[in-house]
T-cell receptor, first 115, second 111 residues
Framework: KAGVTQTPRYLIKTRGQQVTLSCSPI?????VSWYQQTPGQGLQFLFE???????NKGNFPGRFSGRQFSNSRSEMNVSTLELGDSALYLC??????????????FGPGTRLTVL | GQQVMQIPQYQHVQEGEDFTTYCNSS?????IQWYKQRPGGHPVFLIQ?????EVKKQKRLTFQFGEAKKNSSLHITATQTTDVGTYFC???????????FGTGTQLKVEL
């Protein structure tokens, strides 16, 4: 089975712009979560989608949004980019719906740099 | 909100030495997961512990879940250069698959 894929792998944007990141989960996985990783804040949960519905949301401003399509692929969007949004954005998929055993499979991430 | 701390933040060891990282949660956890992230890579799932006092082994790695289900540890015996990376613990934070990740312990192994 192919792993989680994320596109693009690297992105450079300027302040004020918006960006869309894409994630394709492992085939059959219906849960997709997004995380932001920075040296200062570590790994922080953004949101989770399950069967096209946002099931959980982290403590990020409304500039961060996402969606999930019927094929489980997910996108996240960041509008009005700020310098502090520079980070590695990781997508993780899971076969489970949040039952006890819910191993997360991470993609390689998208490295976003905001200038 | 829930906080998950890990100590130490960094650890340098000589190859062959043992290594331990400790994870402490501010709240009781229903389960705890451990992940490893190699330099330049992404987190990779290692194991999940569910029961109070549970101990699991994977070759040279020993994972333990505390009796109160608020702490956990990962012990590596006789480290190798392939063990280099950052080790994260993570606990569920609400429903679904939302996880709160620990602060991580970065391990460097010198020959």
């Amino acid at each position: 089975k192919a792993g989680v894929t994320q596109t693009p792998r690297y992105l450079i944007k300027t302040r004020g712009q918006q960006v869309t990141l894409s994630c394709s989960p492992i085939s059959g996985h219906r849960s997709v979560s997004w995380y932001q990783q920075t040296p200062g804040q570590g790994l922080q949960f953004l949101f989770e989608y399950f069967s096209e519905t946002q099931r959980n949301k982290g403590n990020f401003p409304g500039r961060f949004s996402g969606r999930q399509f019927s094929n489980s692929r997910s996108e996240m969007n960041v509008s009005t980019l700020e310098l502090g949004d520079s980070a590695l954005y990781l997508c993780a998929s899971s076969p489970a719906s949040g039952a006890i055993y819910n191993e997360q499979f991470f993609g390689p991430g998208t490295r976003l740099t905001v200038l | 909100g829930q906080q998950v701390m890990q100590i130490p933040q960094y650890q340098h060891v000589q190859e062959g030495e043992d290594f331990t990282t400790y994870c402490n949660s501010s709240t009781t956890l229903s389960n705890i997961q451990w992940y490893k992230q190699r330099p330049g890579g992404h987190p990779v799932f290692l194991i999940q512990l569910v029961k109070s006092g549970e101990v699991k082994k994977q070759k040279r790695l020993t994972f333990q879940f505390g009796e109160a289900k608020k702490n956990s540890s990962l012990h590596i015996t006789a480290t190798q250069t392939t063990d280099v990376g950052t080790y994260f613990c993570a606990g569920p934070a609400g429903g679904g698959n939302k996880l709160t990740f620990g602060t991580g312990t970065q391990l460097k192994v010198e020959l």
